[in-house]
């Protein structure tokens, strides 16, 4: 089995196709927002394909045609808006029915002004549909997805907790709440979607003095903050640091391109 530089065996991999969130970073590129793909127990899933997902799984090594499983947190285009190639990508355009789609019902079905964010045509493409709710435990093979709830102006927004050989926790966007932290206890490695730094508040999306707090409560492994807004994207790796000084918790600021390698000590 691999190891990472600590000699602790690798047990998951989690690689930025992008770290960009929010309107103004995402629409002039200042950082890539092709989502993020986790690789455990010989699953490759790829998590909230947004706009360029494509072009920067290229970019980064990644074969898309091995992905067993496409998952979108919500219906923000950010998150989701190349979900369909990403699909044919899985599916050898369309022609292999295989892998998964994992989604809320305002992804496959529309509300709100969002119209659905996958045609017929790539739903049929995939061997499994899951519509999940907060709370909702999805089995894949060897690992489980538990999807859980998030405060943001998607009201069908979801976070996700994977569980394998590692336990990954992901917030999907939205402000920190209460009983958020409860959902993420036992992570081996917790990913924020973390907008603005601590001075800046923005409603319904998550800042870095609530990811400390998230981070202080939740104990997990260690942390990794991304899909960064444009008063973020400069700050992050000060903030990390500064989170990881106020918790002792290993935290670092997420890079396009970036993996990670998580262990199980
Ligand atoms: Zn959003």
């Known amino acids: 089995m691999e190891e990472d530089d600590l000699g602790v065996p690798v047990t998951a991999k989690i690689k930025f196709l992008g770290t960009a969130g ?32 494509l072009v920067r799984a290229k970019q980064y090594g990644v074969d898309i045609s091995k992905l067993d499983g496409v998952m979108v947190s919500h219906a923000h285009p950010d998150h989701s808006i190349d979900s ?68 943001h102006s998607e009201p069908d927004g979801l976070g996700f907790v994977f569980r394998g050989s590692s336990t990954i926790g992901f917030t999907g966007d939205g402000e920190y709440f209460d009983s958020q932290p409860g959902h993420f206890k036992g992570c081996d490695c917790l990913l924020i979607n973390c907008l603005r730094p601590r001075s800046i508040t923005w409603p319904k999306h998550m800042n870095s003095d609530d990811a400390r707090k998230l981070i202080a409560e939740a104990n997990p492994g260690m942390a990794v903050l991304h899909h960064f807004g444009i008063r973020m994207i400069n700050r992050a790796g000060h903030e990390a640091k500064w989170i990881e000084k106020e918790t002792g918790i290993k935290t670092i600021a997420a890079r396009d391109g970036l993996s990670v390698d998580v262990g199980k000590p």
């Open 84 to 151: 369909e190639m990403v699909i044919e990508g899985m599916t050898m355009g369309a022609k292999v029915k295989r892998g998964f789609l994992l989604s809320n019902k305002t992804v496959f079905d529309g509300s709100d002004g969002f119209r659905p964010v996958v045609s017929p045509y790539h739903k049929k493409a995939v061997k499994d549909i899951f519509v999940v709710k907060p709370g909702d435990v999805v089995d894949v093979g060897g690992i489980s997805i538990e999807a859980v709830p998030t405060d």
């Open 22 to 53: 929010g309107r103004f970073a995402v629409i002039n590129q200042i950082r890539a927002s092709g989502g993020w793909v986790l690789e455990m127990d010989g699953y490759m899933l790829h998590v909230d394909p947004g706009p360029g997902a």
